[in-house]
Nanobody, 113 residues
Framework: QVRLVESGGGSVQAGGSLRLSCTVF????????MSWYRQAPGKEREFVSN???????TYADTVEGRFTISQDNAKNTLYQQMNSLKPEDTAMYYCKTTRCKSWGQGTQVTVSS
């Protein structure tokens, strides 16, 4: 059984930075093919970024150039560095393992203007 635990969310002002973490517990190969999603109040959950087994990453247009996804396989941990944050980035952020079909519980990011 796999469990994903996110951390690193918080409240920042516009232009600030945060680094999210997502640690995979239980099945180590679940760290491959992972993604970040987010869901703002009243909106559907949307794709933010993903990274595959050879380290290639893709991003939503809204975060391209500001967010960077990475992972440390030795620590079974996925990261997302978020810079130049905007109020529209405010959402609950979730990590997902595609290979093991599981989601984390989410971590809240709030960006004030």
């Amino acid at each position: 059984q796999v469990r994903l635990v996110e951390s690193g969310g918080g409240s920042v002002q516009a232009g600030g930075s945060l680094r999210l973490s997502c640690t995979v517990f239980g099945i180590s190969y679940c760290i491959y093919y992972m993604s970040w999603y987010r869901q703002a109040p009243g909106k559907e959950r949307e794709f933010v970024s993903n990274i595959n087994s050879d380290g290639r990453s893709t991003y939503a247009d809204t975060v391209e150039g500001r967010f960077t996804i990475s992972q440390d396989n030795a620590k079974n941990t996925l990261y997302q560095q978020m810079n130049s944050l905007k109020p529209e980035d405010t959402a609950m952020y979730y990590c997902k393992t595609t290979r093991c079909k599981s989601w984390g519980q989410g971590t809240q990011v709030t960006v004030s203007s």
